[in-house]
């Protein structure tokens, strides 16, 4: 009788691998796993999307502020960004510079009343819009980082009542009746907390870094409304 309660353990221990536990599970706790999974493999592709698009953006705004605090003219400059794809900055530039040439001809007839205040306002919605494409899909995983724990443990709580089931069924106390279900249930908490922990890490780091370029996009806003209204001011 021992030597067979030892073999049907060794043989329980043996089948207890990370895929069995996946393809053994019960409904619900499978769709809990194979959820936080998808969820894990989202949160990856989000994670290096916006490692990309954070770099791309301030390289961007470097290299425009040096061409803009290179000394040549707002024309110029206009004219040599506007010729490539803009990002950051640039775009605000952009932006701001194309209002100031619609605006020029009104302005000589009614007055410069209201040409900067058209311009801040381009700008603004200018800085809404560059700041809404980098942080797109950051609620994701925010989402992910504080709801993976808690979808894993609902899996783990399916899964410890099922086993508690199984044993009670089976009359049977030994560990080869408790260890696959207690494994099986500990596994889903375990894939949550690997869904949730990077989601949050990084989560916290892309949005620290999109806090930095929104107040660096809004502090070059700020000195290019001063520029503008310099020049206003000259010209009236």
């Known amino acids: 009788m021992e030597q067979q309660i030892t073999e049907t353990a060794g043989s329980a221990a043996a089948q207890i ?9 019960s409904w619900p706790v499978f769709l809990v796993m194979i959820g936080l999974g998808l969820a894990s493999i989202w949160c990856w592709a989000i994670i290096f999307e916006k490692f990309i698009a954070f770099r791309k953006e ?14 040549q003219s707002l024309d110029d400059l206009y004219h040599t960004v ?15 510079m194309q209002e100031w040439k619609r605006s020029q001809g009104a302005a000589m007839r009614a007055g410069f009343a209201g040409v900067q205040k058209r311009i801040e306002k381009v700008m603004d919605v200018q800085i809404q819009k560059e700041m809404g494409g980098l942080e797109a899909r950051l609620l994701f995983l925010a989402t992910i980082g504080s709801a993976a724990p808690f979808i894993g443990l609902f899996g783990t709580v399916w899964g410890i009542m099922t086993s508690f089931q199984g044993i009670a069924n089976s009359g049977q106390t030994n560990l080869a009746v408790v260890a696959p279900g207690i494994a099986e249930a500990l596994f889903a908490t375990a894939i949550g907390l690997v869904a949730a922990i990077p989601a949050t890490i990084f989560y916290n780091m892309y949005s620290n870094d ?5 107040s660096r996009l809004e502090n070059f ?10 020049q206003l001011d000259e010209r009236a």
Do not use: C, P, Y
Request: proline share 0%.
């Open 17 to 25: 691998s990370l895929w069995h536990l996946v393809a053994q599970a």
């Open 58 to 71: 301030h390289a961007a705004n470097d290299r425009f502020e040096t061409a803009f605090w290179s000394g």
């Open 82 to 96: 506007n010729a490539r794809s803009t990002a950051g900055m640039a775009s605000i530039f952009i932006t701001a």
């Open 210 to 214: 999109a806090a930095k370029v929104q």
């Open 221 to 230: 806003a700020d000195e290019f409304s001063a520029i503008i209204s310099r």
